[in-house]
């Protein structure tokens, strides 16, 4: 095992002198006539070491069998570097070959892939640069977010993948079963009879953790879910996956204005980790995919957010004087280009919208008092649009159940999630950030199946 | 929001003197002539604060309305506390009642409830002195978790949850599918054509994601996964869940010896972060569920791990002079009343087994010299027995290949597993953890229902 401190990581802080051992995958070898170099990556950090080994020093037999993609154990000692870039390098004098590649087959060759390619061989993809920097700045993400939340006493609770309700009314939805396909039970009125499968009811792979977060929240009053969701639209654009990750906070006694607070710290708290964290793997994406990345995650680091409401939005966006794709007047919803406008345009840093139309949002956002809106929040942020959305819950039990009435929702699902309003209920608020969203952000990536170690799409769910 | 520097575990920590708000959910009332008393928890720690308001202070309309499980807002000055337990106590003068508790219907009075009834009403039970404490730890486990492997330079994939070849064989699977059972489509074999499916083909829920790590292993040196995974057996046991959470480490250039002293310094680790975290829960524990708790975690973070091969483990078990129920001979899987003897009589702590017989263990395990034996280790602790379990993985393609012919597993599902073996295959290692069987073992509990915030079981999968 690779300890931190034997790293390549950990080499490229050594000084010349120092005798070290490094383990890694071969990225590239050129060869002059009297000396060898390696690129060799461990994955610990997003620059190689370079090998150089002396003609002559390593038997011709190893050496052959070293190409891109081999695994090598190269042992020698740490010298300044004569070219560019690493400042150190690793002067071999002993190399063990753990695994060839063979060269004719090894479909990562040092040449420029496609991004499609890379997809069809997402079991190796992780060995490229891009791919390299996209799941260590995943990680670091990840864990970033569990740390902000940590470090306020939100408990994390794992809300339940497979549910029999479909709370939220959120999109179509996966079922899950074992029951026999080619041998179906029926009831006597020729329906599927789920009582016979393994739940005894009708299941499906859930949308959100929200309702279970609320369940948390009024008990634990800070609370954070961090899981797998899935939306079974066939959709097939590059915005879409049929499983993605979701964050969502739930907070006890937060309006919406405390809710708003929460998301724009927690957004730039998890942006400047990494930012400090993943500096190199952020410049190799500034560099090589998308120019305006660093600039962006600065800008909204150190940016104080703006706020409207939906209605003063709906003002903002009649009176631009812009011919308007989709035409902009009070009750529509926002469209990626109003949101630009308004991110890029008007404010030029991250905007909060609040108060939507009731008619547009899900039943279980808080009415206002005039009755038209409701306290919900999307958080848009510059180059991508809305990346946090949010909202503070309804509380009173009857107003949240002539909701359900009226949305013809079906009320003996929620009967649970109507006795939190009638057991000691407490106004709350909570959000929720798709990982796979604010990955995209940070690195510029273009295709949500980019970023995710391994997509599941209509029609693909490899590997 | 409760801000960490208002809750009640910052307040339980200030003193006399001080003027403070708290929220939360009254847990008792108590009256006496002159005085009434209030416990209230938010969750944000195992002890309540105790609220006294002085008669007349709180106009009886307000007062009449607070019962267990109401949730209110309590302003008043910290006094030191007059009674035993808490050194602090809330002497408050304004009251504000977010919500009613209906003293007849409200489900969780202060008498003693059986886990049976908690458990149907899960979304209520976490307000309970016991569920408090079990998800507080469960998060923080959670969080040492993360922390352990992020401070190791570890990268976290998540690993995918459906999938569409059941790669380890490791149990029943869930069928995840779009199709519409009433009007299934059909092949001209007559088979369920399960090209119209949403994934194109027939898909599952993970029983694993240890393959896919492999991968990451490959490119990243160090990984983990930390995610749900799923089996599909009708087994209504204490010991079984349809739906877990499962951590898996996988090391590149580790040996069995590295993943075997990774394992344990792994388990102290954390087992050390709860102890030092989460310390009024594991008393509570250690008072109320199981007097054995904090002994034997204290004494798990302070033992060396033995080590023995299965074969010396057998030899101990056939010459203890026992009459087990299960007859112990080379060759046969360990049973519970073997792995206890081995951990609570023979050695008196963790116990680590290696070197199992090949035909009982998973065909990824890299093969012994001996052909018999595979490179495979359990991690058996006193009272719970097997709590980890991982192995070397065969990195040699033909051997892997040969293994998997004869077990007549289906070649075609693993191209790409078979790939990592031939191009840059390197020694490496991993184990698994299932976080419900450590929730257990930390607090405890008797049933693993009792440690997942919303257990999914054989006919079961409420909220």
């Not at 948390?216 to 654009?237: D, I």
């Not at 957004?267 to 090589?288: G, S």
């Not at 150190?302 to 007047?329: C, K």
């Amino acid at each position: 095992m690779i300890r931190p401190e034997s790293s390549i990581k950990a080499i490229l802080a050594g000084s010349p002198g120092q005798r070290v051992t490094a383990r890694g995958w071969v990225k590239t070898r050129r060869d002059s006539k009297s000396v060898h170099f390696l690129q060799l990556s461990d994955g610990s950090c997003f620059a190689d070491l370079q090998i150089v080994i002396d003609d002559g020093v390593i038997p011709a037999e190893t050496l052959a069998r070293i190409s891109t993609g081999a695994c090598i154990e190269a042992s020698g000692t740490l010298v300044e570097s004569a070219g560019g870039g690493q400042s150190i390098e690793l002067k071999a004098d002993g190399i063990l070959v753990h695994g060839e590649a063979d060269t004719t087959t090894y479909p990562l060759q040092k040449k420029g892939h496609s991004m499609e390619f890379l997809r069809d061989i997402a079991h190796l993809r992780s060995r490229s640069n891009t791919f390299g920097a996209v799941f260590r700045v995943r990680s670091a993400l990840s864990f970033a977010i569990h740390q902000f939340f940590q470090k306020r006493g939100f408990v994390y609770l794992h809300a339940p993948i497979v549910t029999t309700s479909d709370c939220e009314g959120a999109g179509a939805m996966f079922g899950v079963s074992t029951l026999d396909l080619m041998n179906l039970p029926r009831t006597d009125e020729g329906e599927v009879d789920y009582s016979q499968d393994f739940f005894g009811k009708r299941a499906s792979l859930t949308v959100s953790g929200q309702l279970e977060a609320e369940c948390f929240a009024l008990a634990f009053s800070n609370v954070y879910t961090f899981g797998p969701t899935f939306r079974a639209e066939n959709s097939n654009t590059p915005r879409h996956l049929a499983e993605f990750w979701m964050i969502e906070p739930e907070m006890a006694f937060c309006d919406l204005d405390g809710n708003r607070a929460l998301a724009e710290e927690f957004l730039k708290e998890i942006i400047a980790f990494v930012l400090d964290h993943c500096a190199a793997d952020l410049e190799f994406f500034n560099k090589r995919i998308d120019g305006t990345v660093l600039e962006t995650l600065e800008h909204v680091a150190a940016s104080d957010f703006e706020h409207v409401t939906y209605t003063e939005a709906i003002r903002i966006l009649e009176r631009a004087g812009r011919d308007w794709e989709f035409p902009v007047h009070w009750g529509v919803d926002l469209q990626s280009e109003h949101e630009r406008f308004l991110t890029e345009e008007t404010f030029k840093k991250p905007v909060v919208v609040t108060d939507y139309p009731r008619e547009i949002k899900a039943f279980y956002m808080r009415l206002n008092d005039d009755e038209k809106t409701v306290r919900a929040m999307d958080v848009l942020a510059p180059r991508i649009g809305e990346i946090i959305g949010g909202s503070q819950r309804e509380e009173r039990h009857d107003v949240l159940l002539d909701k359900i009435r009226a949305q013809h929702l079906p009320e003996e699902h929620y009967w649970w999630y109507l006795e939190l309003r009638k057991y000691g209920s407490a106004p709350h608020a909570g959000f929720g950030l798709g990982l796979e969203r604010m990955m995209m952000y940070i690195t510029g990536m273009k295709n949500i199946r980019d970023v995710i170690p391994f997509p599941r799409t209509p029609g693909s769910a490899e590997f």
